[in-house]
C-alpha cells in the first residue's frame, strides 16, 4: 500500500480513472512484459488512479494466480505514482481471497465486484459486500451492477457498516436510482461513472454528483480520453459535444453491434495504436477487419479533436 | 390557435410545463366546471405551456368525445394565457381525429403518444408519426416512450420529414439514446422531460440539453414545484439536493409502490389540497386512506421548502 | 348473437381458431367486398370459431367506425356458421362501446384486450375487465398480455366477478404464470394459446390445458394449420416435428428479424395465395421483396407437408 | 468415473435428477461427515443421477479446494451407485481446472455454467464452452440460462464441434426457444428441465421432449419428488394437477418473495426434515422463522400427497 485511505478516496473524487486491459501473449497468457510497458506508457497521462484487472481488464476471465501476477507486476511498475486499485469478486471466498493477494502485492484499494450468476436479495448483497470489505485492510469501491445492484437503502447499510467501503461504482445508468443514492447518503460516499463507454453519458453524471469515470477509451485514445475529462469539468460544452457527435457516438454504435465488444473494441483499439495486448479470451471475440477498419478511422478522428 | 409555431417552441424550450389532472364527477363523467375551477387556480403560477389531457390527465382512459370537450373548456378558459397543448395517439387515424378536434377547439399544439398494444419497427413508427404530423398545421412533440420509442435514426428521418415537428419529449429516462438524440440532432427539437416524475432527474436532463420537464406535482404542491425549477435553472445544488431528499425522494417512493401512482397520487394530493378531481378511472386504482395520510405529510413538508 | 354462451365456450375449448387479416383498399380503406371474399374462402375450412378484427386483424390500427363496419359485414357473411367473436379494448369507456357495436351487429363473443400505454396495478385491471363484462350480455375472453397481464388472483377475482368472462387468451407465454392459473381455475375458464404464431410451442401448451389457439398462418396455409391441429391433437408427434421443423422454425425466423412481422408477414402471405388484403397500417410496415420471396417458399413446404 | 459416456447420457434421458445441497457446519465451513449422511439418506430414494455442487449445492459460493472435496467426498460415499456430476464455470481457464478436479475426483461428468458477470455474444459462449469440452474426457452438460444462453444456431455449433457434449439443461423456461432448440437437433442432445422448481412446468417440458429435470424440493420431501415424476411420466394428470396446486403453486409462491429463496427454501427445508445442512452462504440469506412455519406445513402436505 502507497496510499493513504484519504488519497485513495482524493483520486477517486476528482480525476480520470485509468482501466487499462490485461495482455496476453501468443498463447493466450499473461503477458507481463507486454503489460509493463503498457503500464509505463500509460503512465505518461494524466489519470488519477489506475485499475488494474478491472473490467476491461478482463477479471472475469482469470484465475486467482494470474490475477495475482496482474497485481504484481502493475505495483512494481508504476506503484506509488498514483494508487493502484484490483478487482475482487465472483464469491465471498473467492473475493476475500482477491482482497488478500491484491493487499500483498502492495496494491492501493479493492473494486468489489457482484457475485456470480445467483441471484440474491438485498440483505444478502450487504452481506457479501460487508463480509469482504471486513476481511481487508484496503478502501473498497463497490460495483453496483447485475445480480449485485443495490439501491439505496442496501448501500446505507453497507456504508454504515464498513468505514472503509469508500466508494460506489455505477454500472447500470439508471439516473433515477443513483441520484437517489447521491442524494441520500452525499459526501459519505465517492461515486464513479462506470457504464460501458462512461463518456456517453459524462454530462449527466457529473450532473448528479459522479465526478469522475473509468475511460475505455483511454486504453487507445488516451490524449482525447484526458481532454475530454478536462473540457468536462470545465463546463466547455461545445467540445463535449462535437467529441460526442464525432467520437463517442460512432464508437458506441460500433460497440452495440456485439455483446461484449466494450471490451473487445478496446483490445482491439490498442493494437491499433502500437500497445497490441494479444486477443480477448473466450466468452469474448475480436473485432472482424471490418470493424477494425472502421475503429482505425474513429481513432483519426480522434486525434483530431 | 393562439400562439405562433416560434411561441410554441419557445415555451417548451424554457419554463415548467404543467400537467393538469382531468376531472371526473362522481358518476365519472367529465366535470367541466371543476376542471374550469383548477386550470383558473393553476395559472396564477408560473408556468409556461399547459398540456391538457396528457397523461397525467388520464389521455388513455378517455373517448373522443370527452377529449373534444375537455380541450374546448381548456381554451375556453385559459387560452392565450400560455400555449395549449393536447394530446393525440392511440393510433394513426384515431390520432388524426384528436388532432383535428383540437385544431378546431383552439389548441395550440400536439403531443403525440405512441401508438396501442402493438409492437413496431422504426420505420412504422416515424410513419405513424409523420402521417399525424401531416395531418395538421399545429406544431408536434412526440412523446419518445413504450412500444413507440424511436431512436436516433428514427428521430432524425421524423425531424427531417416533418417541419412541424417541434419537439421531442423523454418518456423512458435512457441517458445514452437521449443524448445520443440531442448531440446528433441539437437545436432541430426542442426535448422535454418526461419520466414520471421528471424533477427527480432534473439535473441530468439539464447537463444534456433538456433544459425543461412536464412537473406532475405541480398539480398539487405548485409554488415548491414552480420554486424547484426555477433554482434548478439558477444552478442552486443546495436547494435542488433538500428538495429532493425531502420531497421528491419520499414521494417516488411511495410511487413505486403500486403501478400506476405516477397519475393516482397526483389526483388524491389535489384533492388533499383542496382541488378535488373525482378518482382516476380503472385501470387506475386511488391510494388507501394510508398512502393518503403520507402524502398529506409530503404535502405539508413541500410548504417549508 | 347465433349462438348461446355454452356454444361459445364450446367452440374455444376445442378447434382451431381463426383470425382473419383485415382487407384494405389501395387507399388504406376498409375493403368490405375483399373481406367478405376472405371469409366465404377460410370457412371451407375446419375451424371453430372466427375472431374477426382480432390482433391479426388489425385492432389497434382502427376507428370504432370502422370496427362496427367490419363486425357487420362478418356477421352478414358468415354469422351462424361458427361463432363470431370480435375485439373490444383500449380504455374501459371505448371497450364498452366496441362491446356495444359488437353486440348490435349481432357478433357472439368479445375479445377483451389490455388497456391503451398506462402500467396498471392488478386490481386496476380487474376493475377494467369487469367493467368492461358488466356492460354486455356477451360472452368474454380475456386477452392476457402486455400492460393488462394479469397473475392468478387477479384471474380469480374476475371469473368469480363476471358470469360472462368465459375465456383466457395467454399472449405472453409465461409457462410457469399461465400453469398456475390453468391448475388454480380448473374448468372454471376455457384457454387460449395467443403468443404470436402460437403453433411454435403448441404441444407445450396443449400439455398444461390450453387445448386451442389462434392460428395466424391459417390466413395463408389453411389447409397445413389445420392439419397441424388434427395432428397435435391425436398425438402425432412425428408430424408435429416435421411441420415445426420445415415450416414453423423457418417462419419464426422470418418473423423475428422485424418487429410487427408477426401481423406483417400474414398480410404478405395472403397476397401470395390469391387473397391480397392490401397492406397493413402504419405503425407496421410490409415485408420487402426479399422476404416475401423467402415466405413463397415457405408456402410451397406448408404445400407438401 | 464409473459410467459410460452411454450410461451417462442415459441417467439425463430417464429418471428423476438430485442435486443435494451442500452441507456448512457452525462456522460455514464445508461439512463432510454431514454431506456423507445426506448423501446416504437420499440414496435411497430412486433417481437416476447426482449432481454435486451444482446450483441448490451453492457452486457459486464456493472456492475451487472446496469443490475438489465436495466432489471426492460425493465419489467416495456414493460412487458408482448412479452417475456423478459435477459443476464447472466462472471462467474458462477456472472451469478447465474444475473438470480436472472432477475427473481425478472420479466423477462421471459435467454440468458446465454459465461465464461470469460479462455480456457475450453467441459465438464466444460457444468458444467458451467447446474449450471446456475439449479440455476433459467427461460427458459434458451444457446449462443453458443468463448471459450465457445460446439459441439454435449457438447450440447446434456446439454440438458439432464437442462429441462429449451430450445434454443440455434449460435455465430459462423460454418454451419458444428451447422447442426449436429441440426440434432442431432432435436426439444429437439430452434435454434437462432447470428453471426453478422445475416441476412448476414439468408437464410442458415433457410435451416438448424434456424427459427429465432436476428437483430441488427432493432434498426435504424426496418421496413426493419421486412420485411426482413418476406419474408425471405415466400421465396421471390429476395427480400432477392435484401436487401442483397443492404443494408446488404454494411452494413457489412462497419462493418468489425473495430473490435466491430458490437455494434458500431448500436448505430451511433439509433442516426441518432432520438433515440439516447449516446456512446458505451470502449473498443468499436464511428464511424467517414465519417462512419456516409455513415451509414446515408444506412439507406435511407433501406427506399426504
Do not use: M
Given at each position: 500500500m502507497n496510499f493513504s485511505k484519504e488519497a485513495v478516496v482524493a483520486s477517486i473524487k476528482d480525476g480520470l480513472l485509468?482501466?487499462?486491459?490485461?495482455d496476453f501473449d501468443a498463447n493466450g497468457k499473461f503477458d507481463a512484459d507486454s503489460y509493463r510497458r503498457r503500464l509505463l506508457w500509460l503512465k505518461e497521462y494524466e489519470v488519477s488512479a489506475l485499475f488494474v484487472a478491472g473490467g476491461t481488464g478482463e477479471f472475469f476471465n482469470m484465475?486467482?494466480?494470474?490475477?495475482?501476477?496482474?497485481?504484481?507486476?502493475?505495483?512494481?511498475?508504476i506503484g506509488g505514482h498514483v494508487p493502484i486499485i484490483a478487482s475482487a469478486g465472483q464469491?465471498?471466498?473467492?473475493?476475500?481471497?482477491?482482497?488478500?493477494?491484491?493487499?500483498?502485492?502492495?496494491?492501493?484499494?479493492?473494486?468489489l465486484m457482484p457475485p456470480y450468476l445467483t441471484e440474491c436479495p438485498q440483505s444478502g448483497i450487504v452481506e457479501y459486500a460487508a463480509s469482504v470489505c471486513e476481511s481487508t485492510d484496503l478502501s473498497v469501491i463497490y460495483y453496483n451492477r447485475?445480480?449485485?445492484?443495490?439501491?439505496?437503502?442496501?448501500?446505507?447499510?453497507l456504508?454504515?457498516?464498513?468505514?472503509n467501503l469508500v466508494g460506489l461504482k455505477d454500472g447500470k445508468g439508471d439516473m433515477q436510482a443513483l441520484n437517489i443514492i447521491i442524494k441520500?447518503?452525499?459526501d459519505r460516499l465517492a461515486y464513479v461513472g462506470g457504464v460501458p463507454t462512461a463518456?456517453?453519458?459524462?454530462?449527466?453524471?457529473?450532473?448528479?454528483?459522479?465526478?469522475?469515470?473509468?475511460?475505455?477509451?483511454?486504453n487507445f485514445v488516451p490524449e482525447m480520453a484526458v481532454k475530454f475529462y478536462r473540457e468536462l469539468r470545465q463546463g466547455n460544452r461545445d467540445f463535449v459535444r462535437q467529441a460526442t457527435r464525432e467520437f463517442f457516438i460512432p464508437?458506441?454504435?460500433?460497440?452495440?453491434?456485439?455483446?461484449?465488444?466494450?471490451?473487445?473494441?478496446?483490445?482491439?483499439g490498442a493494437d491499433l495504436v502500437g500497445y497490441p495486448g494479444g486477443n480477448v479470451r473466450a466468452p469474448l471475440t475480436m473485432p472482424s477487419e471490418q470493424e477494425r477498419a472502421t475503429l482505425e478511422q474513429l481513432i483519426e478522428k480522434a486525434r483530431t479533436l
Open positions: 485509468s482501466f487499462p486491459v490485461t484465475t486467482i494466480e494470474e490475477y495475482r501476477e496482474i497485481v504484481t507486476v502493475a505495483v512494481e511498475t464469491s465471498a471466498e473467492l473475493a476475500k481471497a482477491h482482497c488478500k493477494a491484491a493487499q500483498e502485492a502492495g496494491a492501493d484499494g479493492i473494486l447485475a445480480n449485485g445492484y443495490l439501491t439505496v437503502d442496501g448501500v446505507q447499510a456504508a454504515d457498516r464498513c468505514p441520500t447518503l452525499g463518456e456517453i453519458i459524462a454530462e449527466a453524471y457529473l450532473a448528479i454528483g459522479v465526478s469522475t469515470y473509468s475511460s475505455a477509451v483511454f464508437f458506441v454504435t460500433l460497440r452495440d453491434t456485439q455483446k461484449g465488444y466494450a471490451v473487445s473494441l478496446i483490445k482491439a
